[in-house]
């Protein structure tokens, strides 16, 4: 693999990638106003897993007293993240409840009476974190509980855990999404804390130069970023800021490592491969938080948008508010009419359906869009495919988005394998195009389930032929051994035999022996006899 | 209270299939024009005649499938496989020709295969070559242009023409293909031929009155309405460029390298690009997507079999004009075509 170009990147060259679209982006809708602080709820629902990978383990017990910042869960020996109690109050419950998931289905929550004090659990903050070691940071980031913010959800501090050569560390304020503007209001609003979290983030990787790509459509934040690095001439020779001409899905962390660098992250690799790694412009934030001023991830910024939303904006909402609350609070009024209105979490193109309002926000929610039925038209019955290819010209993985929908629905998983399915980032552009209205996405996400399933019930079955032949072989082995103990058992007696007899004692083969000799004496003796009565008869009778 | 589930992504394109193809046959509509000023009325009565047929086959085909009725034309393909066979065949053609080909076109290499989408021959095509080997003098006997004919039709001789073989004074079809000089005229691609088959030069061939304006009367400005129809699609992002593009090249290329060597036996790649079916072919036909191959560089591939096959039957087979065997021969070809062009996806060797 050649070295990244590293002039042409310093030259601020920009590149591309194939494909992507340009659907209405509608961010006037929410980025007018400041981030205003939503009021604290009544209960808060903590599900302890809001992050890819496993859950902590829980740390009070129901009725518990806790405070805001405070520990609920510890990070277990699988790797886990903490969540924090989000603002002070009384455990009500530990249970299942339900989640933000597009299943729909309940996890484990953590639910709290809030007391409205919002009385902190003590913390402890470092301004001079450049005295703290890699280890120490990693350490602090992982115990603030903080999750990539930009939708994954990854625990940032297994990312910098990874030790390897970084050309470049990419901040990622593209934001490419419709309607979604929590990042541009955080970068206008705190772009100080998001260099100060950058400078952290490059000092943990041991990475000295960094790149912040924001979108072209967020001028605002470009005109904030420019003026505080050109006042801050150490930092702009190490930091510099990338302008990134307005495409879906620019954000994406593929699409836009090749838009910066030139670039493609090796299929099923990481972009660590390529000497690269990527935070969110609002994990920056939450990492300066962290270490500066000590304050665990509980709470993030939700864009509240769409048409039937009278406040549409962007909040600051601790984590666990129940999605009602926030709505209620941003005016949502549902649509009436047939077509039943949609509460999506996320955006357009890649945000999923709500069933209901109970929900929590979590660490990966960064938006709420309550569309009319005009902005967003209900999905129309789905057409065959024509083959048009309009799929493939937008498909930023350049895959054959029609050939991985007649293999699905063949459930070809070959076929699928072979048009590279696990390569598709679901961003949804292919969809968006079709003049059939195919929910190609959707149709994709559930052959790689599929796929999933296969790959799993294989591997148990792999696991229970191998227990299968090693208890097969054990029983062999216990057999063979059985076996030879008693050869072992039949030659020790021999030889001890033997050893008697050589010492003198009666040698129980002579025992034989003799016995045969006196049956054998005794046959002879008898033959002798009946003979000897023949011959005798014999006479007489002649 | 529930809310809606639905699949990501919630936004979508607003066009649809159905406006795909209302596109495609609005192109046309020049090509229709430029076809009724010099070949006269009996498109509009082919057009006519094969939506029919397509409506009732359509219809009947989602009634046998247990599906309503009222979605025959719901993606308005078939409303597409019909204009472009009637304006394939001689506008003169009987009735039944039409009713034929487009019924073929739709209940068997439409449906059969599982309707739209799912069939490997372009239905129009095939139901054209169905029609050129079971009726070739039919099929062959193309009107000659109204500038040329003794007789101008009016739409009610056009009607009996069609309907029973005469007009209305009694002239049979073969009658009113006749010239001035009372000499029965082919298309200018059939005349060429013929006379090369005679032993004529090229240029000597060409002194006949059917090559009087460029590219032949009528057929030249016929193609460069369809390329007008078809620079719209291009435009309109309903067709890519790599089809057309690649059948004008793979026509052009070898039949200029040939007339380039023996100019005085071959068609001139003018002669080839405007006359007879290419550009219909190029534009319309050929970019037909259901049938064609999948990728872009698979399509532009695709389109370059299509050209080269034109120009091989044209000048070497038995068939004066070759886009309907051509397409079909390339429809074949797609499933190899789509494997050596599969594009490479991110991250598979590209930039890495």
Same mark, same amino acid.
């Given at each position: 693999?050649?070295?990244?170009?590293?002039?042409?990147?310093?030259?601020?060259?920009?590149?591309?990638?194939?494909?992507?679209?340009?659907?209405?982006?509608?961010?006037?809708?929410?980025?007018?106003?400041?981030?205003?602080?939503?009021?604290?709820?009544?209960?808060?629902?903590?599900?302890?897993?809001?992050?890819?990978?496993?859950?902590?383990?829980?740390?009070?017990?129901?009725?518990?007293?806790?405070?805001?910042?405070?520990?609920?869960?510890?990070?277990?020996?699988?790797?886990?993240?903490?969540?924090?109690?989000?603002?002070?109050?009384?455990?009500?419950?530990?249970?299942?409840?339900?989640?933000?998931?597009?299943?729909?289905?309940?996890?484990?929550?953590?639910?709290?009476?809030?007391?409205?004090?919002?009385?902190?659990?003590?913390?402890?903050?470092?301004?001079?974190?450049?005295?703290?070691?890699?280890?120490?940071?990693?350490?602090?980031?992982?115990?603030?509980?903080?999750?990539?913010?930009?939708?994954?959800?990854?625990?940032?501090?297994?990312?910098?855990?990874?030790?390897?050569?970084?050309?470049?560390?990419?901040?990622?304020?593209?934001?490419?999404?419709?309607?979604?503007?929590?990042?541009?209001?955080?970068?206008?609003?705190?772009?100080?804390?998001?260099?100060?979290?950058?400078?952290?983030?490059?000092?943990?990787?041991?990475?000295?130069?960094?790149?912040?790509?924001?979108?072209?459509?967020?001028?605002?934040?470009?005109?904030?970023?420019?003026?505080?690095?050109?006042?801050?001439?150490?930092?702009?020779?190490?930091?510099?800021?990338?302008?990134?001409?307005?495409?879906?899905?620019?954000?994406?962390?593929?699409?836009?490592?090749?838009?910066?660098?030139?670039?493609?992250?090796?299929?099923?690799?990481?972009?660590?491969?390529?000497?690269?790694?990527?935070?969110?412009?609002?994990?920056?934030?939450?990492?300066?938080?962290?270490?500066?001023?000590?304050?665990?991830?509980?709470?993030?910024?939700?864009?509240?948008?769409?048409?039937?939303?009278?406040?549409?904006?962007?909040?600051?909402?601790?984590?666990?508010?129940?999605?009602?609350?926030?709505?209620?609070?941003?005016?949502?009024?549902?649509?009436?009419?047939?077509?039943?209105?949609?509460?999506?979490?996320?955006?357009?193109?890649?945000?999923?359906?709500?069933?209901?309002?109970?929900?929590?926000?979590?660490?990966?929610?960064?938006?709420?869009?309550?569309?009319?039925?005009?902005?967003?038209?209900?999905? !129309?019955?789905?057409?065959? #495919? +024509?083959? %048009? /290819? *309009? &799929? =493939?010209? $937008? @498909?930023?993985?350049?895959?054959?988005?029609?050939?991985?929908?007649?293999?699905?629905?063949?459930?070809?998983?070959?076929?699928?394998?072979? !048009?590279?399915?696990?390569? #598709? +980032?679901? %961003? /949804? *552009? &292919? =969809?968006? $195009? @079709?003049?059939?209205?195919?929910?190609?996405?959707?149709?994709?996400?559930?052959?790689?389930?599929?796929?999933?399933?296969?790959?799993?019930?294989?591997?148990?079955?792999?696991?229970?032929?191998?227990?299968?032949? =090693?208890?097969?072989?054990?029983?062999?082995?216990?057999?063979?051994?059985?076996?030879?103990?008693?050869?072992?058992?039949?030659?020790?007696?021999?030889?001890?035999?033997?050893?008697?007899?050589?010492?003198?004692?009666?040698?129980?083969?002579?025992?034989?022996?003799?016995?045969?000799?006196?049956?054998?004496?005794?046959?002879?003796?008898?033959?002798?006899?009946?003979?000897?009565?023949?011959?005798?008869?014999?006479?007489?009778?002649? | 209270?529930?809310?809606?589930?639905?699949?990501?992504?919630?936004?979508?394109?607003?066009?649809?299939?159905?406006?795909?193809?209302?596109?495609?046959?609005?192109?046309v509509i020049p090509g229709i024009l430029v076809h009724s000023y010099f070949f006269g009325l009996g498109i509009f009565l082919q057009l006519?005649l094969a939506?029919?047929?397509?409506?009732?086959?359509?219809?009947?085909?989602?009634?046998?499938?247990?599906?309503?009725?009222?979605?025959?034309?719901?993606?308005?393909?078939?409303?597409?496989?019909?204009v472009l066979l009637a304006i394939s065949i001689p506008s003169l053609a009987p009735w039944w020709i039409i009713?034929i080909g487009t019924?073929?076109a739709?209940?068997?290499?439409?449906?059969?295969?599982?309707?739209?989408?799912?069939?490997?021959?372009n239905?129009a095509m095939a139901g054209y070559v169905l029609l050129l080997v079971s009726f070739p003098v039919q099929m062959t006997s193309w009107p000659i242009p109204q500038q040329l004919a003794q007789l101008q039709l009016s739409l009610?001789d056009t009607w009996q023409l069609i309907s029973s073989g005469y007009s209305?004074a009694g002239y049979s079809l073969e009658q009113l293909r006749s010239g001035i000089d009372g000499v029965t005229m082919a298309t200018p691609l059939d005349s060429l031929r013929t006379d090369l088959s005679h032993q004529l030069t090229t240029a000597e061939a060409l002194q006949k009155p059917i090559f009087g304006s460029f590219a032949g009367v009528g057929w030249g400005y016929l193609n460069l309405a369809f390329l007008l129809g078809g620079?719209?699609?291009?435009?309109?992002?309903?067709?890519?460029?790599?089809?057309p593009?690649g059948v004008l090249l793979g026509l052009t290329v070898p039949a200029t390298l040939l007339w380039l060597f023996n100019p005085d036996q071959s068609i001139s790649p003018w002669l080839h690009l405007m006359s007879g079916a290419t550009m219909l072919g190029a534009f319309f036909i050929a970019?037909?997507?259901?049938?064609?191959?999948?990728?872009?560089?698979?399509?532009?591939?695709?389109g370059l079999i299509i050209g080269a096959l034109v120009m091989v039957i044209r000048t070497w087979g038995g068939y004066p004009d070759a886009v309907a065997f051509a397409v079909l021969l390339a429809?074949?070809?797609?499933?190899?075509?789509?494997?050596?062009?599969?594009?490479?996806?991110?991250?598979?060797?590209?930039?890495?």
């Open positions: 693999m050649s070295a990244i170009n590293i002039s042409a990147i310093e030259a601020g060259q920009l590149w591309s990638f194939h494909g992507g679209i340009h659907p209405p982006e509608r961010k006037q809708l929410s980025n007018q106003t400041p981030i205003q602080t939503l009021p604290l709820s009544k209960t808060f629902v903590v599900p302890v897993k809001q992050h890819s990978g496993n859950s902590g383990e829980i740390l009070v017990a129901v009725g518990d007293d806790v405070r805001a910042g405070q520990p609920l869960t510890q990070p277990g020996l699988q790797r886990g993240l903490p969540v924090h109690a989000p603002t002070s109050g009384t455990v009500l419950a530990i249970d299942e409840q339900p989640i933000a998931h597009p299943s729909g289905l309940t996890d484990l929550t953590i639910t709290l009476a809030a007391d409205g004090q919002d009385a902190w659990y003590p913390t402890t903050p470092c301004p001079d974190y450049q005295q703290l070691s890699r280890a120490e940071l990693l350490e602090r980031i992982q115990a603030a509980g903080i999750a990539g913010l930009g939708g994954a959800g990854f625990p940032s501090a297994q990312k910098l855990a990874l030790q390897r050569p970084l050309e470049y560390l990419i901040i990622n304020g593209v934001e490419c999404e419709p309607y979604i503007t929590a990042d541009d209001r955080l970068m206008r609003e705190h772009a100080a804390e998001i260099i100060s979290g950058t400078e952290i983030l490059m000092q943990v990787s041991g990475c000295n130069k960094a790149l912040i790509a924001i979108e072209e459509n967020k001028p605002e934040a470009i005109a904030i970023f420019t003026q505080l690095l050109s006042e801050r001439a150490a930092t702009a020779s190490r930091i510099a800021l990338r302008q990134v001409p307005v495409k879906y899905p620019s954000g994406g962390e593929k699409q836009l490592i090749e838009i910066l660098t030139g670039r493609q992250v090796p299929s099923r690799g990481l972009p660590i491969d390529v000497g690269l790694l990527m935070h969110n412009v609002g994990t920056a934030f939450a990492i300066h938080q962290a270490i500066v001023l000590g304050i665990p991830l509980i709470q993030r910024v939700v864009t509240v948008t769409g048409e039937q939303v009278d406040k549409p904006g962007n909040y600051w909402v601790r984590l666990g508010t129940p999605v009602a609350d926030l709505l209620a609070y941003a005016g949502f009024h549902e649509t009436t009419g047939k077509a039943a209105q949609r509460v999506i979490m996320g955006g357009p193109m890649m945000g999923f359906a709500l069933a209901n309002l109970q929900v929590p926000v979590v660490k990966i929610t960064n938006c709420l869009l309550l569309p009319s039925t005009t902005e967003l038209a209900p999905a !129309q019955q789905e057409m065959n #495919c +024509i083959r %048009c /290819g *309009a &799929c =493939a010209d $937008v @498909c930023p993985a350049q895959l054959l988005p029609q050939q991985l929908q007649w293999l699905a629905k063949a459930k070809d998983y070959d076929g699928l394998e072979q !048009q590279n399915l696990f390569d #598709c +980032i679901e %961003c /949804g *552009a &292919c =969809a968006y $195009v @079709c003049p059939s209205e195919i929910p190609l996405v959707h149709y994709y996400r559930k052959a790689k389930a599929e796929i999933r399933n296969i790959a799993r019930e294989k591997a148990k079955a792999e696991i229970a032929r191998e227990r299968f032949e =090693a208890r097969q072989e054990r029983l062999e082995r216990e057999k063979q051994e059985r076996l030879e103990r008693h050869r072992q058992a039949a030659e020790a007696r021999k030889a001890a035999q033997a050893e008697a007899v050589a010492a003198g004692a009666d040698n129980p083969q002579d025992a034989v022996q003799a016995a045969i000799a006196r049956a054998k004496a005794r046959k002879a003796a008898q033959a002798a006899a009946a003979a000897k009565a023949n011959d005798s008869a014999e006479g007489e009778s002649s | 209270m529930t809310f809606k589930i639905a699949a990501s992504p919630h936004a979508h394109q607003r066009r649809t299939t159905t406006q795909v193809m209302r596109w495609v046959y609005l192109a006519l939506l029919l047929t397509a409506w009732i086959c359509e219809a009947a085909v989602m009634r046998v499938r247990g599906r309503s009725v009222a979605s025959a034309w719901q993606d308005h393909t078939a409303i597409v496989t019909a009713v019924a073929f739709i209940l068997v290499v439409k449906h059969v295969y599982g309707g739209v989408g799912q069939n490997l021959f239905p009610a209305q620079l719209v699609l291009i435009y309109q992002r309903i067709i890519s460029w790599h089809i593009a970019t037909d997507p259901v049938t064609a191959a999948t990728s872009n560089k698979g399509r532009f591939i695709f429809n074949m070809a797609v499933p190899v075509i789509d494997k050596y062009s599969q594009p490479l996806a991110y991250g598979h060797g590209g930039r890495t």
